[in-house]
């Protein structure tokens, strides 16, 4: 696959697909340990403030995922203005990165 055939829209795809587990290392940085890979979802259940809202912020990343990758390759099959569709990508992405750190922040 040549990657310089990819269009903005499909990067922020990659990007968005990225973004929760980015924001699951926030939350286990520094206080999740071997051990806990035993039984993650307690040691989940046991976290609270920040690191609790990360856990809630990557699940939150995951479920509105399949509803923008659907959005981005509907765009594309029925032809939508390709500047149009990498400007609303674009946006998507930064604006699930500020959500992500306001909600993280409790912002």
Same mark, same amino acid.
């Given at each position: 696959?040549?990657?310089?055939?990819?269009?903005?829209?499909?990067?922020?795809?990659?990007?968005?697909?990225? %973004? *929760?587990?980015?924001? =699951?290392?926030?939350?286990? +940085?520094?206080? @999740? #340990?071997?051990?806990?890979?035993?039984?993650?979802?307690?040691?989940?259940?046991?976290?609270?403030?920040?690191?609790?809202?990360?856990?809630?912020?990557?699940?939150?990343?995951?479920?509105? %995922? *399949?509803?923008?990758? =659907?959005?981005?390759?509907? +765009?594309?099959? @029925? #032809?939508?203005?390709?500047?149009?569709?990498?400007?609303?990508?674009?946006?998507?992405?930064?604006?699930?990165?500020?959500?992500?750190?306001?909600?993280?922040?409790?912002?």
């Amino acid at each position: 696959m040549h990657t310089h055939h990819l269009t903005l829209a499909y990067w922020c795809l990659l990007a968005a697909a990225v %973004l *929760p587990y980015v924001t =699951a290392w926030i939350a286990k +940085a520094g206080a @999740f #340990g071997p051990g806990d890979n035993h039984t993650p979802r307690e040691w989940a259940a046991r976290q609270g403030g920040w690191r609790a809202r990360a856990l809630a912020a990557q699940h939150n990343g995951f479920e509105g %995922l *399949p509803l923008f990758m =659907a959005g981005v390759l509907a +765009a594309h099959q @029925f #032809g939508a203005t390709q500047a149009r569709i990498d400007a609303l990508a674009l946006a998507y992405v930064l604006l699930r990165v500020v959500y992500v750190s306001c909600y993280i922040r409790d912002k």
